[in-house]
């Protein structure tokens, strides 16, 4: 297994690096690829990862049609360990108590939300009431708990908080004007982040009382929770934005179409183009290119995952996606890491992981 992280200690270790002056610079870094594995899944929903296992979660895009579980731990052999039946739309890991949430469900009023524990695949806890329409987009909250999730049959943006009652409480706000099919959350504000998967904007939330604070007229691709930053799909281009002034603070033409996943941990940006097997790296402070690597002729890259661990997932599938893979590739740098020895002395944790997601 790899070593183990936590989201906790990475906010703790790069605010304390800032504070001493010690944050680190950017590495020269390259992707190498270890084991992939081949399964049968179908439709494909969002995929995210606990680094802390070594798991990760593949949704179906459908709520009945199940959750498939894909054992990296060793990535060179990797296996699969099944799933959870009926209930794989949405996936949301919490890397801190390994549970991960999707939700079940496939017409209106019989959707809820389901909370499984990452090592047993058991179900732990569902929301006492249902959600609106069919089963969606899941996003947690690394450092509250709380899980957001839209749904694909209505307009609906639903709040859930596990640790209140015996199965949680659940709250949510209607009249959106909007089939959400994607959610984000950003850490470093609590703001909320819906989209409409057929239109070109994105609605901001308050992620405590779900009150809408804004509208951006761009498609939100994923967050960065540790250096507040928000990453937008303009068209083909990408564009990151500050998570509080919304200035633009950089942009890559090309990048905006396909797969999208930041490592907030280590300040990486990770893209795969539409219809392309290669996926890149970027220095997410720069926005500069650090290295790509090809998966093979014919293989289209359709999620990435990541972490934080040093480690990103990429789902392929063949044209028409009638086989489906995961690859696990590795980021190694060529510079040693950044000694840590003055962080530890104040008693502080240290480095540790991230975040999601997703998509």
């Known amino acids: 297994m790899k070593p183990s992280v936590s989201r906790a200690g990475i906010a703790a270790g790069v605010l ?16 190498v690829t270890h084991g992939s594995l081949v399964f049968g899944h179908g439709a494909i929903g969002e995929i995210d990862v606990n680094p802390n296992s070594d798991r990760v979660y593949v949704g179906s895009g459908f709520g009945s049609n199940g959750t498939t579980v894909l054992d990296f731990s060793n990535p060179n052999a990797p296996v699969s360990l099944g799933g959870v039946a009926g209930a794989g739309a949405g996936i949301g890991v919490n890397r801190n108590t390994g549970r991960f949430y999707t939700t079940d469900g496939t017409v209106f009023g019989s959707n809820r939300i389901r909370e499984f524990d990452g090592a047993t695949n058991a179900q732990t806890r569902t929301s006492p009431t249902t959600v609106s329409g069919c089963g969606g987009s899941v996003a947690v909250n690394q450092l509250s708990g709380i899980v957001y999730t839209t749904t694909q049959c209505a307009d609906a943006l639903h709040r859930y908080d596990p640790t209140l009652g015996l199965n949680g409480t659940i709250t949510g706000v209607t009249g959106l004007g909007m089939v959400g099919s994607n959610v984000v959350v950003n850490e470093a504000t609590g ?104 998966l093979g002729a ?40 950044p000694a840590t020895a003055v962080i530890l002395a104040f008693g502080l944790a240290g480095f540790g992981a991230g975040r999601r997601r997703r998509r």
């Open 191 to 294: 703001l909320v982040y819906a989209r409409n998967g057929s239109v070109s904007s994105t609605k901001v939330y308050d992620g405590t009382s779900l009150a809408q604070v804004g509208t951006i007229g761009m498609a939100i691709r994923d967050t960065d929770g540790v250096n507040n930053r928000l990453y937008f799909s303009d068209g083909t281009v990408l564009r990151q934005l500050d998570g509080t002034t919304l200035l633009q603070t950089g942009f890559l033409n090309g990048e905006g179409n396909g797969a999208v996943i930041v490592d907030d941990v280590h300040n990486w940006l990770f893209t795969a183009a539409a219809g392309s097997d290669t996926v890149k790296i970027f220095d997410g402070a720069t926005m500069t290119l650090l290295d790509s690597i090809a």
């Open 16 to 31: 304390s690096a800032l504070l001493l002056g010690t944050a680190p610079a950017a590495r020269a870094v390259s992707l």
């Open 298 to 337: 014919g293989q289209q890259v359709q999620q990435l995952a990541t972490g934080g661990d040093g480690y990103v997932y990429a789902l392929t599938c063949t044209a028409g996606c009638a086989s489906t893979s995961m690859a696990a590739i590795e980021v190694v740098s060529s510079v040693p890491e």
